[in-house]
């Protein structure tokens, strides 16, 4: 190495030495200009660029050897043999187009290097050969192992130059090809020169003839030059005439969706940037690749003829999973004439999201939306597999069906938003409580099901299995920091005992916990066939009670409320009745309950409210009107303005509005039915406390709310004068109703004796069949009746204590 720095800095001319470097640079870089078209290039006009590139690169390391040997001064009369000079620059060139050849060859690493090596053996022979045409007064002695160098040096860098390089198309990486393959060939000629030792003898002779350096430099500058020129005048030509058709192609084919490549032989020779998104790599490296060895499959083969449309694989360059692609062909003419080295251009469209789509309908078509359990198409054919599968094997079978008993009241307290956290944390646990081959599935609402596959004995493993759920569905549910009450009632059907299709063991377990329903919910009960006839016709009449609301089969009965001072009607409550086509009157007992059981009730009293709310407002005169509200209208969070759009839509005034809502109401979510009861309160609306004495009756409700009214449960005033602890209580209560100023009614008043009593402690109203009965809005007129009895026995009871 000191040796080569030692002649580097001692024996050359650095101002001839840069400009072999520059001159090294701009023909490196010329050359992989050339190259770039030559990749693109097929027959005669590749076989122009290829030679045009073998020239620019030979003739500029043979410019670069000839000018740094000018640079030269071993302090001795030098020449060069003109046929050495000559026979070194065809040997540049010929090397350079055979590495340029080989690396064009096919888009590989191994060409690349392949390329290279030929690049670095002919800059190291062009050098040598050169070196013999050097003459001087002297003899030239070479140290091998410094000549070895040279050449690895050389071959080195020529090849990593070619990696670099030699797929580009970015300036950016030609120009750092160009500066590589530069470090190589000066490399190359510098370690050379440093194996080169003179020994000096004046029996030599240097003849006239042969070129001086002074010549060599004119003839090496202008013939290089000019070819150099000439490569960068028909890269820059071609550039030109080119660009702007390509940049348009091109700027078309990136705005298309699908990816588009260009394939010629099998290789890929151009492509758009939805190709290489797909392929995972920049066009350089996609260009001269096989396509349908390595990167696109088909099940047949490959595409090749017009109009031709399939489905395979791409495989991405660097790995990974395969993409499913549909690829369209067509045959582009590239002015040969011959479709053998015509163009095929392949569209291709990435079908993951039509898979994943396609996959996401199945998945949907067979599985619940929210919870992501098999939904009730799925459940059909899965438990008919499961059937089988039992048969065959004699395991059992047993089918749960599970119904959330909270689930409505936390849909209308907190929101859709938290009902639907309860149903999927409830479809986590049920997945939890079993495993395959039994399964959860949801029917829709909040209903559930669980079909168990076991070995064990029935019922006993159904028994478990169902009190395991209960257990786990007793848990409240956490929904932004509340507890949100869940709770079930299963119903159990066993296979073959209750029913051996699906439709059978379905209906029997919904008849079971139809049956738990009624035991008080919580709980969980078995089939049996007692319960079918009973059940059947509880469900027959939610139904026609559901079609009764849409069709208006209720009716609105109203029962007069008359002031006991002077018997005076200031009011009434509105009761609903339903007069069944078939049925006749339906008790209110029988639909009530239903309603209730089937979330009709909320429904129904709105109903009611309407309908009552329009009555009252055609009346002449301007009684109230009292309307009860359910447990779970009193929660419902839109009550308020459900009121209030109902006074303005029926042009009631809201001081004639009495709500009437029972204690218990109040405990479902206290909070919010105090605070719907104070919004209702600034609509004007008056607020009753319905059966005040049963429950729980408790003080602190009446002290936390300003309850407009207080009505006695008539099981009090009916037992009046018969049961002394009832007389007591109904005294105690108007007691409590004078000291809290608030006004008393009494229900079920149905005798004299009851009206005296009432009127001698100052109770405020009275409700009963001795005051009127409930009857439809056209027996208007028997409340006036009614009115003209309680007056006359007020004057009769006047009468007789004024005797």
Known sequence: MLKVLTCLTGQHDFRLVLVAGLVCFAACFTAFRLFSRLRGARGLVRGAWLLLTGLVAGSGVWATHFIAMVAYDPGLKTGYSPAGTLLSLMIAVLFMAAGFAVASAERTRTNDCAGGLLLGL????????????????????WEQATVAASVVIGVSFSA????????????????????????????????????????????????????????????????????????????????????SALDRIRRL???????????????????????????????????????????????????????????????????????????????????????????TVLAIRDLRERRSAEEKIRYLAEHDGLTGLPNRNS???????????????????????????????????????????????????????VVAPSFAARLGGDEFILVQIAAGDQPAAAAELAGRVLEQLSVP??????????????????????GRTAEALLANADMAL??????????????KREMDETIRERRTLARELRQAITDEELVVFYQPLARAADGEVCGFEALVRWKHPVRGMVP?????????????????????????????????????????????????????????????????????????????????????????????????????????????????????????????????????HRHDRATVIVRAVLGLGRSLEIPVVAEGVETQEQIDFLRGESCAELQGYAIGRPGPIDSLSAWTLARAAVANASEQTKARGAA
């Open 253 to 343: 084919a990136n705005a298309a969706y699908e990816g588009i490549v260009v394939v010629q032989d099998g290789r890929i020779n151009d492509a758009n940037a939805a190709f290489c998104e797909l392929a995972g790599a920049l066009l350089d490296d996609l260009v001269g690749k096989p396509l349908y060895t390595s990167m696109l499959t088909f099940d047949g083969k490959e595409p090749a003829r017009e109009g031709v449309r399939r489905e395979g694989l791409l495989q991405p360059l660097e790995g990974g999973r395969a993409i499913p692609v549909e690829v369209f062909s067509r045959l582009m003419d590239d002015g040969a004439r011959t479709e053998t080295s015509g163009l």
């Open 379 to 433: 459940l059909q054919a899965r438990l008919a597999a499961a059937l089988e599968r039992v048969e065959a094997s004699g395991e059992t079978l047993s089918l749960v069906c599970i119904d959330l008993d909270h689930f409505k009241e936390a849909n209308d307290l907190h929101g859709h938003l938290a009902g639907d956290a309860l149903l999927v944390e409830a479809a986590r646990r049920l997945q939890d409580s």
């Open 588 to 720: 209110p007992l029988d639909f009530i309950p239903v309603a209730e059981e089937n979330g009709l009730i909320t429904q129904l009293g709105e109903w009611v409210l309407r309908r009552a709310c329009a009555d009252a407002a055609s009346w002449d005169r301007p009684l109230r009107i009292a309307v009860n509200l359910s447990p779970l209208q009193l929660n419902q969070p839109n009550l308020p303005t459900l009121v209030h759009e109902v006074l303005i839509a029926t042009g009631l005034s809201p001081s004639r509005l009495e709500l009437e809502i029972t204690e218990s109401a109040l405990f479902k979510d206290y909070q919010r039915a105090l605070d719907n009861l104070r919004r209702l309160k600034a609509l004007g609306v008056r607020i009753a406390m319905d059966d005040f004495g049963t429950g729980f009756s408790s003080l602190s409700t009446l002290q936390s709310f300003p309850f407009d009214k207080i009505k006695i449960d008539k099981s009090f005033v009916e037992n009046i």
């Open 160 to 243: 990593i130059a070619l990696v670099i390089a030699g797929r580009a198309r970015s300036l950016t990486k030609q120009l750092i090809g160009g500066t590589v393959l530069t470090l190589g060939v000066c490399g190359l000629h510098f370690t050379g020169m440093g194996a080169v030792t003179i020994m000096p003898d004046v029996n030599v002779v240097v003849p006239e003839q042969l070129l001086s350096g002074a010549m060599l430099t004119l003839a090496v500058t202008a013939i290089t030059g000019l070819i150099i020129l000439g490569g960068l005048g028909a890269v820059t030509i071609e550039s030109s005439t080119s660009r």
């Open 514 to 527: 139809y049956r738990a329903k009624e035991s008080g919910r919580g709980v969980y009960r078995f089939f």
């Open 122 to 141: 002919g800059i190291g022979a062009m050098h040598y050969t050169g070196m013999s045409a050097f003459v001087t007064q002297g003899y030239v002695l």
């Open 477 to 498: 549910a956490v929904y932004e920091g509340q507890d949100l009450a869940m709770g079930a009632s299963l119903g159990v059907s066993l296979f073959p005992d209750d």
